[in-house]
T-cell receptor
């Protein structure tokens, strides 16, 4: 029943490792996003895909690579993790052309040691 | 670059009191959103304001938008403890563009 689901909920890893976060939405939306929330709760968009096409690509290190196999899925792969990558990552979706309210996933708390 | 500023950033209030959170933004927009985030949880949409003068109310919360002043307010009436959360406003510069979030207002309602 969950509208936007992301896994895992918690991710603890060592510096230098590579990890992925998965996101799926069952709302039929055509646009999906990745947001990063830092320790001060500041939310910043990282990427947005519309129908599997990348439409927003903010200035993030190229160690971050999103992949959208279909419009219901948007995964985030992070290479060579650094301490500064520790944050909560939220996936979200919306339907363009309506009010574009975002529906957020539950978040993935990433801790890089 | 669009800037979105909220104030106050921290608000501690007593149950039963009224208060207003302000959201100012720096460029023309007629699309503004309010979200709520409980500690350790995700964000939940509260209001979508799509035109100048828009006013939406849900329970003890009322949101309004003045696009000429580039200002939105979230008014809390007779606060209760359950309203304790962080409230974010987010502005969409043009239709279909990215949302820029404010820093969030952490509200604590004390019994």
């Amino acid at each position: 029943d969950t509208a936007v689901s992301q896994t895992p909920k918690y991710l603890v890893t060592q510096m230098g490792n590579d990890k992925s976060i998965k996101c799926e939405q069952n709302l039929g939306h055509d646009t999906m996003y990745w947001y990063k929330q830092d320790s001060k709760k500041f939310l910043k968009i990282m990427f947005s895909y519309n129908n599997k096409e990348l439409i927003i690509n903010e200035t993030v290190p190229n160690r971050f690579s999103p992949k959208s196999p279909d419009k219901a899925h948007l995964n985030l792969h992070i290479n060579s993790l650094e301490l500064g990558d520790s944050a909560v990552y939220f996936c979200a979706s919306s339907q363009r052309g309506i009010n574009e309210k975002l529906f957020f996933g539950s978040g993935t708390q990433l801790s890089v040691l | 670059e669009l800037k979105v500023e909220q104030n106050p950033l921290f608000l501690s209030m007593q149950e039963g009191k009224n208060y207003t959170i302000y959201c100012n933004y720096s460029t023309t927009s007629d699309r503004l959103y309010w979200y709520r985030q409980d500690p350790g949880k995700s964000l939940e949409s509260l209001f979508v304001l799509l035109s100048n003068g828009a006013v939406k109310q849900e329970g003890r919360l009322m949101a309004s938008l003045d696009t000429k002043a580039r200002l939105s307010t979230l008014h809390i009436t007779a606060a209760v403890h359950d309203l304790s959360a962080t409230y974010f406003c987010a502005v969409e510069e043009t239709s279909g563009s990215r949302l820029t979030f404010g820093e969030g207002t952490q509200l604590t309602v004390n019994p």
